[in-house]
């Protein structure tokens, strides 16, 4: 196969929706079942401040680029397919109700992670580097809490619908 032709671009393209969103749903996992009942049980404030302040901007940051990278990336290959289908076709079969489904939730999730659990966890980041702790702020960190385990619900039915969508024989 030529990676120079339009069906490589969308094979690159699709391999970087499947990394990126490998890497995105890995870290969503990594916050909620590893760091964050780590750091319930941490009672050292200075591993907890560590953790706040080196780990996790760098996870953050790999965090919200997956999560970008792998819409961006979804998107191009949502309306690919869309196109090459029609409209009639796409939304009255199976596959493209799967993944129409599976993208509109991984967008709500995308949106959770830019507009609130990143700002949010900005915030606590800054208050730690002043050694602040989380009582100190309020409702932010139960906003981003909350907003990351909504994601981790979401993830299930969003995983399901996309993997769905290339099972269903088109027709």
């Known amino acids: 196969m030529e990676l120079f032709t339009y069906n490589g671009f969308l094979f690159l393209v699709r391999w970087a929706h499947f990394l ?10 990594y916050f909620n079942f590893v760091q964050g009942p780590f750091l319930a049980e941490v009672t050292e404030a200075s ?17 919200r680029w997956g999560a970008m990278f792998t819409v961006i990336m979804g998107l191009i290959l949502y309306f ?16 493209g109700i799967s993944i129409t489904v599976g993208g509109i939730l991984g967008l709500i999730m995308w949106y959770n992670v830019w ?6 966890q900005r915030k ?18 139960r906003a981003a809490f909350l907003a990351s385990r909504t994601n ?20």
């Open 20 to 29: 990126a969103g490998i890497t995105w749903i890995g870290l969503l996992y």
């Open 47 to 63: 591993t907890r401040k560590d953790v706040t302040t080196k780990l996790l901007p760098r996870a953050l940051w790999w965090f």
């Open 80 to 95: 690919d397919h869309w196109g090459q289908v029609g409209t009639a076709g796409f939304f009255h079969s199976s596959p």
């Open 115 to 120: 507009f609130i659990i990143w700002p949010n």
């Open 124 to 141: 606590i980041i800054a208050a730690a580097e002043q050694g602040k702790g989380p009582t100190e702020l309020g409702g932010k960190p």
């Open 152 to 171: 981790t619900m979401l993830s299930i039915p969003m995983l399901f619908f996309m993997g769905a969508y290339s099972h269903i024989i088109w027709g």
